[in-house]
C-alpha cells in the first residue's frame, strides 16, 4: 500500500509571494510539489517553463510532480527532466490515445531517470489502457477539467479511481493513484474512499493557511 502523499498545486501560488509561501511548504507535512505545465494549446490557458521549475527545485527541494499539459509531451519530457522533474506525467490524447506512442513515451521518460504517469481528462476512458498498467508509476486522473485552479470536484470520475484500484490489486501492480482538482476538506474523503493515494491541491492549499490545510488532507 502507498503512503498517502500530499502534492500542493503551485498553481494556485500567490506570485506576489513566493518566498514566503516556499518556505511555508518546506515547513509542511507535503513531500512533493505538484507542477502544472500549460501550453495555451493543449487547454487555453499558459503556465510555466523549465527554469521556474529549476528555480523553485533550488528554493523548495521536494519531489518534483510535473504535469505536463502540453500538446508535445515528447519534446518537453526532457526538457523538464533536465531541469528537476522526479516524475512526468503526460496526457493521452495528446498522443491521440494510441497505446504504442503513449509505451514509447512512457519508457523514454523512465531512460532519462524520472518515474512516468499518464493522465486523462474526464471524458477519456481510462480502461483502454489496461495494458500500459505495468508501465506506469502513478495513474492522474483528473476530477476537473484541465486549465485552471479553482472548479469544482467531479465526482464521478471516482469511478476510474476505483477501476484503477481494482486492476492494481488484480495485477499486483503498485502505481499511485493521483487525483487532481476540487481536492478540499470535503471532497478529499471521498477520493481516498475510492482508492486515491496521492491528492493534488491548489485553491484550497494557497487560499488557505499552508501548513494546516496540508495537514488537514492527511487526516
Ligand atoms: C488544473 C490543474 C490542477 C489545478 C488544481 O488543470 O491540473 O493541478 O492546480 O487546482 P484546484 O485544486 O484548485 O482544483
Ligand atoms: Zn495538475
Aim: proline share 4%; net charge negative; hydrophobic share 45%.
Amino acid at each position: 500500500k502507498n503512503e498517502l502523499v500530499i502534492a500542493p498545486s503551485i498553481l494556485s501560488l500567490d506570485y506576489g509571494h513566493v518566498d514566503e509561501q516556499l518556505k511555508a511548504l518546506m515547513d509542511s507535512k507535503a513531500k512533493w510539489l505538484h507542477f502544472d505545465v500549460m501550453d495555451g494549446h493543449f487547454v487555453p490557458n499558459l503556465t510555466f517553463g523549465p527554469d521556474i521549475l529549476r528555480g523553485f527545485k533550488k528554493a523548495a527541494p521536494l519531489f518534483m510532480d510535473v504535469h505536463l499539459m502540453v500538446d508535445d509531451p515528447a519534446f518537453f519530457a526532457p526538457i523538464f527532466i533536465q531541469n528537476g522533474a522526479d516524475l512526468i506525467t503526460f496526457h493521452t490524447e495528446a498522443l491521440n490515445n494510441d497505446p504504442s506512442r503513449i509505451k514509447a513515451l512512457l519508457q523514454k521518460i523512465h531512460e532519462l531517470g524520472a518515474q512516468a504517469g499518464i493522465s486523462v481528462k474526464p471524458k477519456t476512458n481510462i480502461e483502454q489502457f489496461a495494458s500500459l498498467l505495468n508501465d506506469l508509476d502513478l495513474v492522474l486522473v483528473m476530477s476537473v477539467e484541465p486549465g485552471f485552479g479553482g472548479q469544482s470536484f467531479m465526482e464521478d470520475q471516482l469511478d476510474k479511481v476505483r477501476w484503477l484500484y481494482d486492476a492494481r490489486k488484480a495485477q499486483d501492480l503498485g502505481y499511485r493513484i493521483e487525483i487532481d482538482g476540487g481536492i478540499n476538506a470535503s471532497t478529499y474523503k471521498k477520493a481516498l474512499l475510492a482508492g486515491c493515494d496521492t491528492l493534488v491541491a491548489g485553491s484550497y492549499v494557497f487560499k488557505n493557511d499552508i501548513i494546516k490545510s496540508i495537514e488537514g488532507l492527511l487526516e
